[in-house]
Structures are given as C-alpha cells and as structure tokens.
C-alpha cells in the first residue's frame, strides 16, 4: 500500500462540508413547505417536487456549486414556483462578502481594486463591476435616507461656543 497518494487539504474539506450543509437546509426546507418528504406518501401535500438546478453562490471558502431542488407549490390562487427563505432567488453571495466589499468599499478602495483586494476572499467567485455597483449602490440608499432622516423625535443636546453659558440649561440660567 503506497502513500503517493495526495493529502486533502482542510480549506477543501470545510469549502465541501459548506456545500453539504447549505444543500441539506434548502432541502429540509423544502420538505417543511411539502410537508412530505421524497417519494413519501403524505395525505396532505402542499405540492410537488420537480427537478433540480445547478447555482453558484460565492462565500468565504469560494464559489459553491450547489444542487437546489425544484418544486410546485399548491397557493390558494393557483400553483406557484417554490423559492427558498435560506438561499433566496437571484443571491449570488453570502451577506457577509456584500459586507467585505462595501467595507473596502467604504476604506476608499475604487470598484476596480476591489476585485484586487478581496481575492484572498472571492478565490475564484466572479466579481463584476456591476456586482460592485450595485452592493454600493445599497449603501448610496442607506446615506440617502440617514441625511434625510427627522430629528423631531430626537432631544438633542449641544455645547455652546461661549464659554459662559450652557447651552442645554433653560435661558436666564447658567
């Protein structure tokens, strides 16, 4: 029995473990919504399973290639598509690398360098331009909406610039 061999690499083992956990939960999920698990047989059934697709969501051990299954579910105004609350249509990334290029966003790095700066994070994900515009684009709102905020609601306390008078205490008073 020879040793040639190649060890696995921890970082490969946690990025699978990632990928197993994210496809069972999207799955468990699933089987609560149906309320019957594959090819059980359940008096009650809140729609049915059908396929699978492939997606690619990037995290912080890299881009996952994740199985998501499909289903149909019964609503009172007709059939719909079935989408997961875990991992929502359309999500590319984890919130937390939205996080990482909107605080390297935020340190001053230009929507060129971020790519540049993140790679120890993205490893092979895709970054885009756009993808970056549109995570900075989220905090424009944000800083839009605190600048535009009312301060009715607020007791707001401020120290004068003469040293003689406070300027929280009643006039007439120092």
């Known amino acids: 029995?020879?040793?040639?061999?190649?060890?696995?690499?921890?970082?490969?083992?946690?990025?699978?473990?990632?990928?197993?956990?994210?496809?069972?939960?999207?799955?468990?999920?699933?089987?609560?919504?149906?309320?019957?698990?594959?090819?059980?047989?359940a008096k009650v059934r809140h729609g049915y399973r059908n396929g699978t697709r492939q997606r690619t969501l990037s995290g912080p051990t890299g881009?996952?290639?994740?199985?998501?299954?499909?289903?149909?579910?019964?609503?009172?105004?007709?059939?719909?598509?079935?989408?997961?609350?875990?991992?929502?249509?359309?999500?590319?990334?984890?919130?937390?690398?939205?996080?990482?290029?909107?605080?390297?966003?935020?340190?001053?790095?230009?929507?060129?360098?971020i790519k540049g700066a993140l790679r120890p994070l993205l490893k092979a994900a895709p970054l885009s331009r756009s993808a970056v515009s549109r995570v900075v684009g989220t905090l424009k709102g944000s800083l839009d909406a605190w600048r535009s905020r009312s301060f009715k609601e607020l007791e707001v306390v401020y120290l004068s610039s003469t040293p003689s008078r406070c300027a929280c205490a009643p006039p007439g008073r120092s």
């Open 63 to 113: 881009p996952l290639a994740l199985t998501v299954p499909r289903a149909t579910i019964f609503a009172p105004g007709g059939e719909r598509e079935w989408s997961s609350k875990v991992l929502p249509r359309y999500q590319r990334r984890l919130p937390e690398l939205n996080e990482a290029i909107a605080g390297a966003y935020l340190a001053g790095t230009n929507t060129r360098r």
């Open 1 to 41: 029995m020879g040793h040639d061999a190649e060890p696995v690499r921890l970082g490969e083992l946690i990025h699978e473990a990632v990928r197993v956990a994210i496809e069972r939960i999207v799955r468990e999920e699933l089987e609560g919504e149906l309320g019957a698990a594959p090819y059980e047989r």
